[in-house]
């Protein structure tokens, strides 16, 4: 299976800040999406968005516009809705190449959705029953580091201590602006 991964993201590759491998396979209805091993370095000053239907994750430093870069790099507008870090005004676009891509959770470094974040897209919005699973979230630097979330889209989250969507867990709940003691403790999530 082909992983498209951006240039930017190869640059921060080469500079030894993201990931080594990446590889998503995604069975819907209660299926997972698996990040297979890869060595991490943690890059609390960085945000990054992964998008389950492309595979496509884009990181950027502290002060640029994630969105922006998921347009440039993946070629995915990713529709807003309002609340998200970094929310425009939902537009109607039309672009050669270009799809929309839904928000359905975004993982904040800090309680109180502060700090870094890590943004999960996908082609749909949640309707209560379909299940996505995304993890082990140390593939991508985010293993151990949730400490709040929010949840868009008409998904709710979950999050779970083990890397397969086992142990302890936390949700589903639309927000979180503290974990209690589901902090630090993230190794993987489901949306639905």
């Known amino acids: 299976m082909a992983i498209r991964i951006s240039a930017r ?5 080469a500079s030894g800040v993201a990931i080594a491998a990446l590889s998503i396979g995604l069975v819907s209805v209660g299926g997972t999406a698996n990040a297979a091993t890869a060595e991490q370095t943690s890059a609390p000053a960085q945000s990054c968005s992964y998008d389950i239907g492309t595979r496509t994750l884009v990181c950027v430093d502290a002060g640029e516009d994630l ?3 998921v347009l440039e790099e993946a070629h995915l507008r990713v529709v807003e809705p309002a609340g998200a870090e970094g929310a425009v005004a939902a537009a109607t676009f039309a672009a050669a190449g270009v799809q ?3 928000i359905q959770s975004q993982l904040y470094d800090d309680a109180n959705y502060g700090g870094s974040f890590f943004q999960i897209t996908n082609s749909s919005a949640c309707n209560g029953s379909t299940t996505w699973n995304f993890g082990p979230l140390g593939n991508v630097g985010w293993s151990g580091r949730v400490s709040s979330f929010k949840s868009f889209s008409g998904c709710s989250t979950k999050l779970w201590q083990g890397t397969n969507y086992s142990g302890a867990s936390y949700g589903y ?4 602006a503290s974990l ?7 190794n993987s999530v489901s949306m639905r």
């Open 9 to 13: 993201a190869r640059r921060l590759l």
């Open 67 to 69: 969105n922006e870069a």
């Open 180 to 186: 209690g003691s589901m902090n630090d403790q993230a």
């Open 100 to 102: 929309a891509t839904f």
């Open 173 to 176: 709940a639309v927000n979180a």
